[in-house]
């Protein structure tokens, strides 16, 4: 039997996945841990994202809006995003987002609004449709982005999700009908 010689590549490759995961592991565990920590108050929310913070909160809800289950705000993600502006990003990183934040301003006023937070959920409609229409990459997906993350690390994105951290078997195809919409349930 002939034995398997990896190319450079393939072990390049392979360094990366591990040296990736293991790299995103903190982020992943710190954000997952402290985000249901934090509560919004004027002593820990960063004095250059207050002017911005229920501009964050509107768009937050937008992308993830409270259906028959809990949305953005309820699950903490206007707090994640403060939190990864205050102390992940740094200055000129937290510089350069919020100054983006004023395209939703300079949007809104295009379409007759004084601003973003004071326009009418159409005008506020209209205005994120244009950024995911307009560009690939741009603030809004930036806030996509954190939206999802914190959303899906949060406490209830896991109940929403039905997460079972003790699996009790793996089943390949069971209908949906018959868990409901755990996708992250492992056994029944």
């Given at each position: 039997?002939?034995?398997?010689?990896?190319?450079?590549?393939?072990?390049?490759?392979?360094?990366?996945?591990?040296?990736?995961?293991?790299?995103?592991?903190?982020?992943?565990?710190?954000?997952?841990?402290?985000?249901?920590?934090?509560?919004?108050?004027?002593?820990?929310?960063?004095?250059?994202?207050?002017?911005?913070?229920?501009?964050?909160?509107?768009?937050?809800?937008m992308?993830?809006?409270?259906?028959?289950?809990?949305?953005?705000?309820?699950?903490?993600?206007p707090?994640?995003?403060?939190?990864?502006?205050?102390?992940?990003?740094?200055?000129?990183?937290?510089?350069?987002?919020?100054?983006?934040?004023?395209?939703?301003?300079?949007?809104?006023?295009?379409?007759?609004?004084?601003?973003f937070?004071?326009?009418?959920?159409?005008?506020?409609?209209?205005?994120?449709?244009?950024?995911?229409?307009?560009?690939r990459?741009?603030?809004?997906?930036?806030l996509?982005?954190?939206?999802?993350?914190?959303?899906?690390?949060?406490?209830?994105?896991?109940?929403?999700?039905?997460?079972?951290?003790?699996?009790?078997k793996?089943?390949?195809?069971?209908?949906?009908?018959?868990?409901?919409?755990?996708?992250?349930?492992?056994?029944?």
């Open positions: 039997m002939k034995a398997h010689n990896p190319s450079r590549r393939d072990v390049l490759k392979k360094a990366s996945y591990l040296l990736g995961g293991i790299a995103a592991t903190p982020l992943f565990l710190y954000a997952a841990s402290s985000q249901d920590k934090v509560a919004l108050t004027p002593e820990n929310i960063h004095p250059s994202v207050v002017p911005y913070q229920k501009l964050i909160s509107i768009v937050t809800e992308i993830i809006p409270t259906t028959d289950t809990p949305g953005a705000i309820a699950a903490g993600v707090e994640f995003i403060n939190l990864m502006l205050s102390e992940w990003y740094d200055a000129d990183e937290r510089k350069r987002f919020l100054g983006q934040l004023s395209e939703f301003d300079n949007q809104a006023i295009g379409r007759g609004a004084r601003d937070v004071s326009a009418g959920s159409d005008i506020q409609n209209a205005v994120l449709q244009y950024f995911d229409q307009h560009s990459y741009n603030i809004f997906s930036e996509k982005e954190l939206t999802v993350f914190g959303y899906y690390t949060s406490e209830v994105a896991i109940q929403e999700l039905n997460y079972s951290p003790i699996p009790t793996y089943q390949a195809c069971v209908p949906l009908k018959e868990v409901g919409r755990a996708w992250l349930q492992y056994g029944i």
